[in-house]
């Protein structure tokens, strides 16, 4: 037969005063107990709570007997009472069936995830770029060579199951001022990635609540990079006639280099479409619809799963000239857009071909990138402003910024946000051609306007 828990006057400070000495008890729920040991000068609270066949107790703060400041009154020690024993349940489910969850493992988990990603679309083991943030900024890094290492954040040691949104807001203040707002955003939904995947994975371990920390405590990054945020350079938004200056440096370029027409179809691809290098890479032969004078560009690995795979973006008949050799006589799933691979010679110091393949990263356009650029006589601009020149040009069109988006694989928010400037100048036209006349002129026919009695 269960005890029935003997309750004590322990309210209020009168009320313990005609307790004897010793140790008495107050429920808070039926599996917790608030406790106040009296000694000679005055009592300590504490808490006990069911813990398999037993209990557990600890000690949570002085009472208020004597002294009003540092101390706990009744009803601060049952608020405290309460924390500690949700705290120490938290604890005892995170740790039940395994170790304690930390950051750092969410985060290494993560990393792995990422470089096998990255290794397999480069089909070479790589260190992908979040792998490169997170060490440095959360894990930190060994001394390597010359290089300094970086000590871990104080983040990496947090429990998950205690994790609050001080934590990760402290953390982001720690970030270096200089880092710029792109690379810190950059960083802040790389760490968010991780958080959110380790909750998924140890749901049953983890509270609830976990998601809605990670998202308030991380939220303020992107108030306050809104100023800063990398909006599309005036200088980077290219005209026909500049767009035309490229590609015919390109096309110069691509034969005195021996790309064989490579290089300049990977140009023209970024030209005509206004697509991400990684979307254009990943292009096939039967993406290119010659009676639809159209390229289904594919959707980018950016966001959440579910996007459309392909967006038709229509291009002109040069474009789908210019292409022509790279689909000629080609299996539809083949990589639209190859080039040469080099490998050395055995013995010496010059290379040679050794076949052709996909083009894998941007950073293979880099060089010659470079030349077209000084050929063209344009030495800052970017081959994003490829990207940034298409877009604008669709607004400049009067399409809507709904089709826009559609057709470059993004959102109207962040149309909205990074060409604000050139919706407005486009609406404006419209505007002003909605303008009519309103005021008479002189001798005009004026007729007024009776009112009604």
Not at 257 to 282: I, N
Request: glycine share 8%.
């Amino acid at each position: 037969m269960t005890k029935v828990l003997s309750e004590a006057a322990i309210t209020t400070r009168a009320a313990r005063a005609k307790l004897g000495a010793g140790l008495h008890w107050r429920g808070v729920d039926p599996d917790v107990h608030l406790g106040y040991r009296k000694g000679r000068r005055g009592g300590v609270w504490l808490v006990r709570w069911r813990n398999g066949a037993g209990y557990r107790q600890t000690p949570i703060g002085t009472a208020d007997d004597e002294l009003r400041e540092g101390t706990l009154d009744f009803n601060a020690a049952i608020r405290v009472s309460r924390m500690t024993v949700e705290a120490a349940r938290a604890e005892a489910k995170a740790t039940a069936e395994g170790p304690l969850l930390t950051v750092r493992p969410a985060v290494e988990e993560y990393i792995s995830r990422r470089d096998a990603r990255d290794s397999r679309r480069k089909a070479r083991q790589v260190r992908s770029d979040a792998s490169q943030r997170l060490c440095r900024y959360v894990l930190g890094n060994d001394k390597r060579g010359k290089r300094a290492g970086t000590e871990a954040a104080a983040l990496a040691k947090v429990a998950l199951h205690t994790l609050c949104e001080r934590d990760l807001s402290e953390w982001v203040s720690s970030l270096p001022e200089t880092m710029k707002a792109a690379t810190k955003q950059r960083l802040v939904n790389d760490l968010k990635a991780a958080l959110n995947r380790a909750h998924a994975a140890h749901r049953d371990r983890l509270p609830a609540v976990l998601p809605a920390i990670i998202k308030a405590g991380l939220k303020a990054t992107a108030s306050e990079q809104d100023e800063a945020a990398p909006l599309a350079r005036e200088n980077q938004i290219l005209t026909d006639a500049q767009v035309g200056k490229l590609l015919m440096a390109a096309r110069e370029v691509d034969a005195e280099e021996k790309w064989d027409g490579d290089l300049f179809r990977v140009v023209v691809v970024l030209a005509a479409t206004g697509a991400r290098f990684s979307q254009a890479a990943r292009a096939r032969v039967g993406d290119l619809q010659r009676e639809q004078a159209r390229i289904m560009v594919p959707a980018s690995r950016k966001g959440r799963e579910g996007k459309t795979s392909h967006a038709p973006v229509p291009v002109g008949v040069d474009v789908l000239d210019a292409l022509l050799p790279a689909a000629t006589g080609r299996a539809k799933d083949a990589a639209l857009l190859e080039r040469w691979r080099h490998e050395q010679v055995a013995g010496g110091i010059q290379w040679q071909r050794a076949g052709r393949g996909q083009w894998m990263a941007a950073g293979e356009l880099t060089r010659p990138w470079r030349l077209i650029r000084e050929r063209a006589g344009m030495p800052s601009v970017i081959p994003y402003a490829l990207r940034h020149s298409s877009i604008v040009r669709g607004i400049r069109a009067n399409l809507p910024i709904r089709l826009v988006a559609a057709l470059h694989d993004t959102s109207v928010a962040m149309i909205e946000r990074h060409y604000g400037h050139w919706i407005a100048d486009g609406l404006g036209d419209m505007a002003a051609a909605a303008v009519m006349p309103l005021v008479p002129q002189d001798g005009g026919n004026i007729i007024p306007i009776t009112q009604s009695k």
